[in-house]
């Protein structure tokens, strides 16, 4: 075997298997008696359309029919998990204010809960368009609430709480987007996936596992901080490992990636370049959840 023979079938190795079974020997024949005498090596556009041809073969085989009723299954549990994530996540800070007896502080949360538990009952009921509006709806509102405050900042430092604020500063600007930055990608989620909904998991699965969870995290809220945590992170665990038993929810746990990367990691990002490097994989990310929600038909 000559060398450039050797380095085309080192190329032809990007095609699939049984692609190769078929082709590759009527492949290789064209490649050589193509090729000028005396080469010993490929051209490197030569090499170029090999190696793209055979990943272009890979990409519209994944995901491979066995698996693409896993990946649609998990799409749209995915989308039923975000609004319920920020539901619980709402429940939480309501529960821990009320705790403190900072009523004031709790019916704020409770009335931003609200939206994203009917966000889920509707997703669940089948009312996917209603899902959508409503989502987008409190995105909106987030966008525009976030923007008030950014304008209202004056010159010189804020404080709020226990947080000093410096207007103008990046970590600001930083900081209150990425907090409307979690129900933008709920939404997405939502209008990307065509059925959002508990899939083969089951209606009353998923009921249990989520009621569950939803009652831990109030509970936990309620308790001292050390229990409520123990007891909060032991039910995620719990259903976590149950979840990832089966294929549709270790695929659903890699589909909720961007919006648990914005969800729950924001506060590791605290300067614009990280709002631009966390926003542009959310946007990969999404792009990759719309691909298999859409690809992801039985065939």
């Known amino acids: ?35 000028a005498p005396g080469r010993s090596r490929p051209a490197g556009r030569e090499a170029f359309d090999l190696v ?16 693409r009723r896993h990946w649609q299954a998990a799409t749209g549990l995915a989308a039923l998990l ?48 209603a899902a959508i509006a409503c989502a987008w709806a409190m995105a909106a509102l987030d966008a525009a609430e976030t923007m008030a405050r950014m304008l209202a900042l004056s010159e010189g430092t804020v404080v709020v709480g226990d947080v000093l604020l410096v ?25 990307l996936v065509p059925s959002p909904g508990p899939g083969p998991v089951g209606s009353r699965r998923l009921l249990a596992w989520a009621g569950g969870v939803l009652a831990a995290c109030v509970v936990g809220a309620l ?23 089966s ?8 589909v909720l990636a961007p919006f648990l990367l914005v969800a729950v990691m924001r506060s590791w990002f605290t300067d614009l370049a990280g709002l ?15 691909w298999l929600a859409r690809t992801g038909k039985p065939v």
């Open 1 to 35: 075997m000559s060398a450039l023979e050797r380095r085309y079938r080192r190329l032809l190795a990007w095609y699939p298997k049984d692609h190769r079974a078929r082709h590759e020997e009527e492949m290789l024949a064209v490649l050589l008696a193509a090729s």
């Open 223 to 245: 308790v001292p901080r050390v229990f409520g945590a123990v007891l909060i992170l032991a039910a995620i665990a719990t259903v976590a490992v149950m979840a990832l038993r």
């Open 167 to 191: 207007s103008g500063r990046p970590l600001i600007a930083a900081t209150m987007l990425l907090s409307a930055l979690p129900a933008c990608v709920c939404a997405a989620m939502l209008t």
């Open 82 to 129: 975000a609004p319920l994530t920020l539901f619980g996540a709402g429940l939480f800070r309501a529960a821990g204010y009320a705790g403190r007896l900072a009523l004031d502080l709790a019916l704020p949360q409770l009335i931003y809960a609200l939206p994203y538990g009917l966000v889920v009952l509707l997703a669940w009921l089948g009312r996917r368009w």
């Open 276 to 290: 631009a490097a966390v926003t542009v994989a959310t946007a990969a990310l999404l792009g990759v959840t719309a």
């Open 247 to 254: 294929a549709v929810g270790r695929r659903t746990a890699a």
């Open 52 to 67: 793209r041809g055979g990943l272009a073969i890979r990409l519209r085989r994944f995901p491979p029919p066995g698996s």
